[in-house]
């Protein structure tokens, strides 16, 4: 995945529809998520460069959705289904 603003706004806008927040803030800490009352939140540093946010929605992504959900827009699907197999790719290199 190219790392792009575009591309940024492309995975928040697929999060926040399956009723994630998404929130930048500053401090000493890494990216993740975590459920909150049974709220979804994902905080991302707010430092961190375009790549590292887009790096570490995906890798959110491929956590959060072990398979791809059927509910999701066809253009939504191959987006999480292109992060699912990098993720695999990477695990059988490393």
């Given at each position: 995945m190219r790392h792009?603003?575009?591309n940024l706004k492309r995975l928040e806008a697929i999060l926040k529809s399956d009723g994630f927040t998404i929130r930048?803030?500053?401090?000493n800490f890494q990216s993740g998520y975590c459920l909150l009352e049974n709220k979804k939140v994902i905080i991302i540093n707010k430092f961190f460069d375009l790549k590292n946010k887009i790096d570490s929605l995906c890798a959110i992504i491929a956590l959060v959705y072990p398979v791809?959900?059927?509910y999701f827009l066809?253009?939504?699907k191959s987006i999480v289904e292109s992060i699912l197999k990098n993720n695999l790719d990477l695990k059988l290199v490393a």
């Open positions: 792009s603003s575009a930048y803030e500053k401090g791809v959900p059927e066809p253009e939504d």
